[in-house]
Every structure is written in structure tokens, then in C-alpha cells.
């Protein structure tokens, strides 16, 4: 066992105190890796105690500590051990590390203590293989075939079909609301459902709070769902680059297809490039909304009496020919 002395002061009392260490190691030849115990041992007054300072060391790695029970000695001194579990990883170390402690004790300063390194040999596991000409170098990594590439795109690929699907079963649903064919759903004529939503619009305090980008959105959203749903163009799916095509494709559309251009511009400008009208603008823009819906509306409704057992459909227009027929 190697040892050392070492002299701590009390300043409590000025009064110095002798520590005695030491330090061996079971066993002192081992292979990489296997459990060794190294063993400091402290003579100290009573009332002292010895831990282990740190537990981080280069090629050594600590798995733990422990305290023996204390050993009483003749003249009041104690025999302390402390036992710390630990291995080498590398066939190059050839003794221990030298142990920090702490020495503790009431009314005396904390005092490192350095014990000393104890000398060992780390030996190779293959030095102690019988037979080395059976010996083997290692196996690759086990070819596992990998899946989730496959498994992403075809969750990917459902994902897509899903999004196609939905977006394709909207567009008709709405075409379906537009021409007043869904069962079930009672269908309010889109001129009036948008006069309705202007006025509600206009006495919102969008404006007061100054929210006019908010305002112009709503503007717009009115105008476009009066579009699809009086003529079945899809407009609130479409940029308005992309709406103005459908639009030219409607008759009653083709000559207020410039009108309707210069209204979204303005919405778009509002929306997209900050720009901030006036009162004037902004009203003037709502006038016009309600223009294009006025000019588009049906010309006329007949009120049918849906408890007469023959109602009669109505019919916009009606030309009387030479023999009195309707043509």
C-alpha cells in the first residue's frame, strides 16, 4: 500500500492535526474493462471525514463510491476507507490516477488531500486467448431492409389523393348550392344574401377602428360569393388573375368584365400593397359593389304559392311570336 502524511491546522483552536493515507488497488493486473476496487485508507482524528473530491479521470471511469464503517485506533485516532469502483479502458495506463479528497471536519477548513497513484498493469483481452488463430474480426451491421421511405411516400401519396378529393367534392358542392340542387338546403337568392352582407358590412366598426385592410377583404369575399353563387363560378378558389377568364365566359358577365377587374385590383392593393383609400374611395368602392350585383340580379321574381297544388315556375323573359306562342 503506498502512503503519505500530511499536517491540517485548526484555527479554531491553533491547534494542527496529522492525516496518514494510503492506498492499494484489488487486483493490480486486470483486462480493459474489468471492475477493479481502488482503496484509500485515512488515519484521522475523530470526528474527520474523508470523500472523494472528484470522479472524472482520462482513460479511467469511475462506476461509484463507498464509505467502510470506520475503525477505531489506540490514542483516539479512527481508520477511514473509502472504496472506489473503477476500470481502465486503455492498455497504456499503468497506475492509478492520484485521488483528490476533501477532509471535513467541524471548526476546520476543508483540506485537499492528494493520495497517491497506485502502480497497475492493464493487459489486453487477447493476451489471453488460448487459441488466437480462431479469433475473428467483427460483423458488419445486419442488412435490415429499410421501410420508411416506401411507408412516407404512401402516406404522402394518400395525402394528396385526400387533398384532391376534398377540394374537388367543395368546387361541386358549391356549384350544386349555386344552382339551388342540394336537397335539404333552402337556397336565399345571392343578390340579396350580398345587399345584406354590404349593409352589415357598412355598419360594422371596421373603419372606426381602422381596420380597412380587414374591411376590403370582407368587400371582396362579398362580391366574389355573389359571383359563385349566382352564376357557379368558382371565385372564392380564384386569384383574380385567374377569375377573370371564367367571368368573360359568362354572357351576362362579358361586358362588365372591366368594371369587375378594376373593383378586385383595388381590393388586392388594399390587401397586398398597404394601400390605405380615403372615406370617398372607400365608399365609392362599396357603391360600385352594390352596382355590380343590382346589374346582375334577375330583373324580376314571381312569387310562387307553394301550396297550390299546379304553381306556376317563373320565367324571366318571354317573346311572344307571330301565332302567339312564347319563343
Known amino acids: ?38 482503496e484509500a485508507a485515512f488515519t484521522v482524528p475523530a470526528g474527520f471525514k474523508a470523500v472523494l473530491g472528484a470522479t472524472v479521470f482520462a482513460d479511467w471511469e469511475v462506476f461509484g463510491t463507498r464509505a467502510a464503517p470506520p475503525r477505531q485506533l489506540p490514542g483516539g485516532a479512527v481508520e477511514q476507507r473509502v472504496l472506489v469502483a473503477m476500470t481502465a479502458w486503455t492498455t497504456s495506463v499503468t497506475a492509478t490516477p492520484a ?26 483481452v487477447l493476451a489471453r ?3 488466437k488463430s480462431n479469433l475473428r474480426g467483427p460483423k458488419g451491421m445486419i442488412g435490415y431492409r429499410v421501410w420508411w421511405p416506401w411507408i412516407l411516400g404512401a402516406i404522402a401519396l394518400v ?16 356549384e350544386l348550392e349555386a344552382l339551388g340542387l342540394l336537397p335539404g338546403v333552402p337556397r336565399r337568392p345571392p343578390d340579396e344574401v350580398a345587399r345584406e352582407a354590404l349593409d352589415a358590412l357598412l355598419a360594422s366598426p371596421l373603419l372606426e377602428e381602422g381596420q380597412v385592410k380587414l374591411f376590403y377583404i370582407e368587400l371582396g369575399d362579398i362580391l366574389r360569393r355573389y359571383l359563385e353563387g349566382r352564376f357557379g ?3 372564392l378558389d380564384l386569384t383574380t388573375a ?5 367571368l368573360r365566359a359568362v ?39 352594390r352596382t355590380l350585383v343590382d346589374a346582375t340580379a334577375p330583373r324580376a321574381r314571381k312569387l310562387v304559392d307553394l301550396t297550390s297544388p299546379r304553381a306556376p315556375e317563373p320565367a324571366e323573359r318571354s317573346v311572344a311570336g307571330p301565332a302567339g306562342g312564347v319563343r
Not at 502512503?3 to 487486483?27: D, H, K, N, W
Not at 477532509?103 to 497506485?118: D, E, R, S
Not at 385567374?242 to 371564367?246: G, I, K, M, Y
Not at 377587374?261 to 400593397?273: E, G, H
Open 233 to 235: 363560378v368558382p371565385a
Open 251 to 289: 354572357g351576362a358577365l362579358r361586358d362588365l368584365t372591366a368594371d369587375i377587374r378594376l373593383f378586385f385590383d383595388t381590393c388586392d392593393l388594399v390587401k397586398f400593397a398597404k394601400f390605405v383609400p380615403d372615406r370617398s374611395d372607400i365608399d365609392a368602392d362599396v357603391a360600385r359593389a
Open 99 to 124: 485521488m483528490p479528497f476533501v477532509i471535513n471536519a467541524p471548526g476546520v477548513k476543508p483540506q485537499k488531500v492528494t493520495v497517491p497513484a497506485v502502480s497497475v498493469t492493464v493487459v489486453s
Open 242 to 246: 385567374e377569375l377573370l377568364p371564367e
Open 129 to 131: 486467448a488460448e487459441d
Open 159 to 174: 395525402a394528396v389523393a385526400a387533398g384532391i378529393w376534398y377540394w374537388r367534392r367543395r368546387r361541386r358542392l358549391k
Open 1 to 38: 500500500m503506498t502512503g503519505a502524511a500530511f499536517l491540517l491546522a485548526c484555527a479554531a483552536v491553533a491547534q494542527s492535526y496529522e492525516i496518514r493515507v494510503g492506498a492499494m488497488v484489488s487486483p493490480t493486473i486486470f483486462t480493459i474493462g474489468d471492475r477493479v476496487v481502488y
